[in-house]
């Protein structure tokens, strides 16, 4: 018979472990770092898609209420438009630069969240619609983005232990 493995949906559990296991992810960093680029995305691709498919981001929203999400002019000109409101007022209203000069959300949880719901969902930021980027090319050369984003995102958290197991990399 063919079972399913578990999927861990905690977020407590998963905020927990992720500080648990910080050395033991930057150690299988280390390693990841010495593999073929390419054939880690190949099998961080069909992890991700094993994955996704089995959790619901409605009844999660764990990125938005902790992440600080990097926006662009774009971003706000789309949801400027959406709200009938100008640009510079949302940038003003709900936008700060932080440390490495990028322009981000202020506010932590997203303003923009509602009951764990994206309330902009058509207009909001390109890096919402892309998070957490594991669909992507060039998983390893983001492998700190995705050690941090492992105690946040239960995605990130089971393809990160899949891809451990997958490899037969042992702490
Ligand atoms: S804009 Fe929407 S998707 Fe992006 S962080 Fe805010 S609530 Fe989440
Ligand atoms: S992307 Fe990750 S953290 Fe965000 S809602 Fe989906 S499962 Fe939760």
């Known amino acids: ?31 990841l770092k010495q ?5 880690i995305d190949e099998i961080v691709h069909r992890l991700n898609e094993e994955v996704s498919s089995r959790i619901d981001c409605t009844k999660c ?8 999400i990097c926006v662009t002019h774009h971003d706000l000109e789309r949801i400027a438009g959406r709200a009938g409101a100008k640009v510079e007022q949302i940038k003003e209203d709900y936008t700060e630069t932080d440390e490495f000069n990028d322009l981000v959300f202020k506010h932590v949880p997203c303003s923009f969240l509602k009951e764990k719901k994206c309330s902009i969902y058509e207009a ?36 990160f232990e899949r891809l451990k197991k997958e490899l037969h990399w042992k702490y």
């Not at 648990?20 to 960093?29: A, H, P, Q, S």
């Not at 593999?35 to 054939?39: A, T």
């Not at 929203?61 to 600080?68: D, K, P, V, Y």
């Open 35 to 39: 593999k073929n680029p390419e054939r």
């Open 1 to 31: 018979m063919n079972r399913e493995q578990h999927i861990e949906l905690d977020l407590k559990k998963i905020e927990a472990l992720g500080e648990i296991r910080e050395d033991e992810n930057y150690e299988f960093r280390t390693f």
């Open 124 to 159: 909001r930021p390109d890096n919402c619609r892309s998070f957490p980027h594991l669909h992507k090319p060039g998983f390893t050369s983001r492998l700190w983005g995705v050690v941090g984003n492992y105690s946040v995102c239960p995605i990130v958290f089971n393809v």
């Open 61 to 68: 929203g764990n990125c938005c209420a902790t992440l600080q």
